[in-house]
Nanobody, 125 residues
Framework: QVQLVESGGGLVQAGGSLRLSCAAS????????MGWFRQAPGKEREFVAA????????YYADSVKGRFTISRDNAKNTVYLHMNNLTPEDTAVYYC??????????????????WGQGTQVTVSS
């Protein structure tokens, strides 16, 4: 059974930083492209970042480019999202997801096969 478990969310002031983690089990982690998405209240789920299975290539939404960094540790079956200079507009539930490709970066949610339960990030002004 595949499980993706996010952690690291919380309440932070604008301008602050957080690091989200997503621990994966039940799949060959090093064969999957991993992504982060977020969903704010009343809005659709939106793409945040993705990373190749090898970690060699990353892809970001324009809204987070230069502030967020996605990384992974295949030895720990974990993907991270380092978030800096947070703004209230970053407030959302953040989800990690796994896509069954090794070297395809996609922002399309339905190309991701497995999803975590989400972790709340709240940025106060």
């Amino acid at each position: 059974q595949v499980q993706l478990v996010e952690s690291g969310g919380g309440l932070v002031q604008a301008g602050g930083s957080l690091r989200l983690s997503c621990a994966a089990s039940g799949l060959t982690f090093s064969s999957y492209t991993m992504g982060w998405f977020r969903q704010a209240p009343g809005k659709e789920r939106e793409f945040v970042a993705a990373i190749w299975s090898s970690g060699a290539t990353t892809y970001y939404a324009d809204s987070v480019k230069g502030r967020f960094t996605i990384s992974r540790d295949n030895a720990k079956n974990t993907v991270y999202l380092h978030m800096n200079n947070l703004t209230p507009e970053d407030t959302a539930v953040y989800y990690c997801a796994a896509a069954p490709f090794s070297s395809v970066l996609t922002s399309t949610p339905n190309r991701y096969r497995y999803w975590g339960q989400g972790t709340q990030v709240t940025v106060s002004s």
